[in-house]
């Protein structure tokens, strides 16, 4: 079929990184200062990845498998997500099984993090649960919204079916699922509003503190997994906008990948203007997420026919 | 015109959650006060082009007064005040934002189980309208400082406002005058208040007021 079809998991697979080169970047512009290369992710996880692994004898083999079962499943979900209209592979129903691909990855996270032993992690892990508890609704309700929209139950036919006229129609609705997608977004990879990347050793780090014991080839494919749920969220977003326009092939191809930069740069702005929030502040930022989606759910199903 | 007016509905829904979240004064004032703007601009937006000078005229004043007369007259009630903080509502933030969810789901409801004849050009305004009255109560209900109370009073004015232009679309202007009148009197009489409880107590919390009871 169209070469977009193919492509799209070879590009998120390999674009994924560089999407955090050029979040740090923008950051370090707005710092001021010259930043990191933009393939700085690259080169961590290529020299973690040529590490030894070093296992606390607390730990058992739910800890080494955690990293491989959560890069599997980000990649299950990448093959779901549709890319200039069409994706990999596509089911009716597939958008609940692609949330599920980050439940599974959250839970053997934080598994994982409470194999260890160490109470610390155990902090973190109850806090991802937690925010993640309010994000869930927040990211599938929005997804509802869309399907409902689209008439389609599947990510690629929710996504095809959007198109300009919609966003005439439905525009309200339509901006307020990207925007709640946008906090979960920026919830599930733990970046500045809800948590803060760059720290390792406050009390409010969530994310960074569960993979604490993880050193060498385990480490990287933790952080490749991370990029690579960035990626896959992030085009739920850009696919919002750039569906609408209908193109397909290279030239959607290409589109896409200009939207994903885009929204890199938009995060690195967010995560300069923006402080973290307060620890308690945090579910009311996923709940006000959740409360768009359900506006946008009752819009649409109150008045689009 | 119905996506702009669309987009002015969400906002003042949005507006709404974030008056339920925040617990910041001053905040919850401007938060208020671009709600009211956004009433204010109903009319011209509802009449499209058919659009007349006392419709601009009557626009202009309330968004002027909405958006700006009545936050000014609480900032300076505020600032004599010396309060910055909503610390202990009665309900909670986050149980604040659920009950906005479920008094917009009951609103939506509502409209469903009744069938006005709509002047307005988008059919949202009626739910949007009685979301916004609910919010307006539930502030007045769950909120201790006097200032928070009077941004609910006025959020379910605003409430009543556009339902009033749903249905009527069109008031006398001496009516609409009259009522703005009231409402610039009630909030003028409620600064006051609070600056009498606020010296009476040294903070602004109407809870206080019990005690004065024989």
């Known amino acids: 079929m169209d070469i977009s079809r193919y492509m799209a998991v070879p590009l998120g697979l390999i674009m994924a990184p560089f999407l955090l080169g050029v979040i740090n970047r923008t950051k370090a512009f707005f710092a001021g200062r010259d930043g990191s290369p933009l393939l700085q992710a690259y080169f961590d996880i290529w020299k973690l990845l040529k590490k030894d692994a070093v296992y606390s004898r607390t730990t058992t083999w739910i800890f080494r498998m955690a990293p491989v079962i959560g890069l599997a499943a980000v990649i299950i979900a990448m093959t779901l997500v549709p890319v200039a209209g069409s994706s990999l592979f596509t089911f009716r129903g597939d958008l609940i099984f692609f949330a599920y691909c980050f439940g599974l990855m959250r839970f053997f996270t934080v598994v994982a993090a409470l194999d260890t032993g160490s109470s610390f992690e155990g902090m973190g892990a109850s806090r991802e649960v937690h925010f993640s508890t309010l994000a869930e609704p927040a990211l599938l309700l929005g997804l509802i919204a869309l399907s409902k929209l689209a008439g389609s139950f599947s990510l690629s036919g929710m996504f095809g079916g959007l198109s300009g006229s919609d966003w005439m129609g439905a525009g309200p609705a339509i901006a307020l699922v990207a925007i709640a997608i946008f906090i979960v977004f920026l919830a599930e990879n733990s970046r500045i509003p809800v948590d803060d990347p760059n720290t390792h050793l406050e009390l409010t780090m969530i994310h960074e503190v569960m993979i604490l014991d993880y050193s060498g080839p385990d480490l990287g494919i933790v952080l490749y997994a991370a990029s690579l749920k960035l990626w896959v969220l992030g085009a739920l977003i850009v696919n919002i906008f750039v569906c609408a326009a209908g193109l397909t092939g290279a030239v959607g191809l290409a589109v896409f990948a200009g939207g994903m930069f885009l929204l890199a740069v938009i995060v690195g702005i967010v995560e300069s203007m923006m402080a973290r929030l307060s620890l308690l502040k945090v579910p009311q930022f996923l709940i006000g997420a959740g409360s768009m989606a359900v506006l946008a759910l009752i819009l649409v199903l109150r008045f689009v026919k | ?214």
């Open chain 2, 1 to 214: 015109m119905t996506l702009l007016m669309d987009s002015i509905l969400v906002l003042l829904i949005i507006a709404g959650f974030l008056l339920l979240s925040s617990s910041r004064l001053s905040n919850c004032i401007k938060i208020g006060a671009f709600q009211g703007l956004m009433v204010g601009f109903l009319p011209i937006v509802a009449s499209g082009s058919g659009i007349t000078y006392r419709i601009a005229t009557i626009a202009l004043v309330i968004a002027g007064m909405k958006g700006f007369v009545f936050p000014y007259l609480l900032s300076q009630t505020l600032r004599e005040s010396n309060t910055i903080k909503e610390i202990k509502p009665y309900i909670g933030y986050t149980a604040s934002i659920f009950f906005g969810v479920l008094s917009l789901v009951a609103s939506f409801w509502l409209d469903s189980r009744l069938s006005f004849s709509v002047a307005a050009s988008s059919r949202l305004v009626i739910p949007v309208a009685f979301s916004m009255m609910m919010t307006g109560l539930f502030m007045i209900v769950a909120r201790k400082t006097a200032v928070n109370q009077v941004i609910g009073y006025l959020v379910m004015e605003n409430g009543i406002y556009s339902f009033g232009l749903a249905i009527v679309r069109d008031v006398p202007l001496l009516v609409e005058l009259g009522v703005l009148m009231d409402m610039f009197m009630a909030v003028f009489v409620m600064g006051i208040a609070i600056y009498r409880i606020n010296r009476e107590f040294d903070h602004i919390d109407s809870d206080q007021l019990n005690t004065l009871k024989g």
